[in-house]
């Protein structure tokens, strides 16, 4: 945490990236699929772009797909938050961040990410219609795609709640008391990844499940390591 802190409020750092590298074949990766995805089904798709974006070439291919109102999620901390709000937990207007000036700003979801919203009712309004339509995209998809995103994570100390963006940090002067960014561990990204898959399956039984990682390269980190580890 010692490199986190004295680098992750500054600009990332940029890395060597070389698609090379994933071609390792100790790390074991590879693809061995379990079963089909037909025009039967209906896709939800969650977390980074690269899940959008298979979620488009699905129904390109004439397959019901959807994000379900969700904007990115960039790790699995995000995405078991989101679908706890959806199944078993309240999304709550704590859960905002109130700038100094008055206007609201929603770490969970892009679609205001520049300019925040006007008020907090605002926020949480739109907020809540995106639980809602998750909760019932959920109920009726035969499919998840999930893309596992990153280990870096900034943290919300005041509700303790992972975040998808790093609020605007001269907008609160109360920023170095209440966010933190972690590089979480491999043993809790797994059991991150285990309550996901609980989750799926308590509200939808018979659930088949697609995990990925995006082939997009990651340039920058918010801490020293290398972005082969982030």
Excluded: K
């Excluded at 659930?207 to 990651?218: A, K, N, Q």
Aim: glycine share 6%; charged share 25%.
């Amino acid at each position: 945490m010692s490199l986190l802190s004295g680098n992750a409020f500054g600009r990332p750092r940029s890395s060597l990236f070389s698609p090379r590298r994933f071609r390792d074949p100790t790390l074991g990766i590879q693809a061995c699929p379990t079963f089909r995805i037909t025009n039967d089904d209906r896709v939800l798709c969650m977390g980074s772009c690269f899940a959008r974006a298979v979620g488009r070439m699905l129904r390109e291919s004439g397959i019901a797909s959807t994000f379900a109102g969700q904007t990115h999620r960039y790790n699995a901390f995000t995405i078991l938050q989101a679908l706890r709000w959806a199944t078993t937990e309240t999304f709550e207007p704590r859960h905002l961040v109130v700038l100094d000036d008055g206007r609201v700003y929603d770490p969970h979801d892009r679609t205001e990410v520049h300019e925040g919203y006007a008020t907090l009712d605002e926020a949480y309004e739109s907020g809540r219609v995106a639980i809602e339509t998750l909760r019932t995209e959920l109920a009726r998809a035969d499919v998840f795609v999930m893309t596992l995103g990153l280990v870096e994570v900034w943290y919300d100390r005041a509700t303790g709640t992972a975040l998808n963006h790093m609020p605007p940090r001269r907008a609160i002067a109360s920023f170095d008391d209440r966010f933190e960014i972690r590089a979480t561990t491999h043993d809790a990204n797994r059991e991150a990844i285990r309550d996901i898959f609980a989750l799926l399956r308590a509200a939808r039984p018979e659930i088949r499940i697609l995990c990925s990682v995006s082939p997009i390269p990651l340039r920058a980190t918010w801490c020293h390591d290398d972005v082969f580890v982030a």
